[in-house]
């Protein structure tokens, strides 16, 4: 399985950007898919994550303005009112199952650089 992220780059405060991930491979049925980051200097870190039977959890720190969304195998980001704080790299998350009967299994993208400065 592997997961591929796009949509990073350098936007000025209050600006927005929009992550995409798409996951490919072997995928029997897919558990979740969200999103981390990791900021310089910190420990990786939930930014949102939606589980497929329909929960969405959001960290606090991003309520209000990060929205993530789901069509099949790909999950977005749509990220507004960006802080200089938000600046991290974004990592995709997944969990899969790849065979009807296997256990589930956790994957990771490479990562998108998102810089907010002015």
């Known amino acids: 399985v592997q997961l591929v992220e796009s949509g990073g780059g350098l936007v000025q405060p209050g600006g927005s950007l929009r992550l995409s991930c798409a996951a490919s491979g072997r995928i029997f049925n897919m558990n979740r898919m969200g999103w981390y980051r990791q900021a310089p200097g910190k420990e990786r870190e939930l930014v949102a994550m939606l589980v497929f039977v329909g929960d969405i959890t959001y960290a606090n720190f991003v309520k209000g303005r990060f929205t993530i969304s789901r069509v099949k195998n790909m999950v977005y980001l749509q990220m507004n009112s960006l802080k200089p704080e938000d600046t991290a790299v974004y990592y995709c998350?997944?969990?899969?199952?790849?065979?009807?009967?296997?256990?589930?299994?956790?994957?990771w993208g490479q990562g998108t650089q998102v810089t907010v400065s002015s």
């Open positions: 998350n997944a969990e899969v199952e790849e065979f009807r009967g296997s256990e589930s299994s956790e994957y």
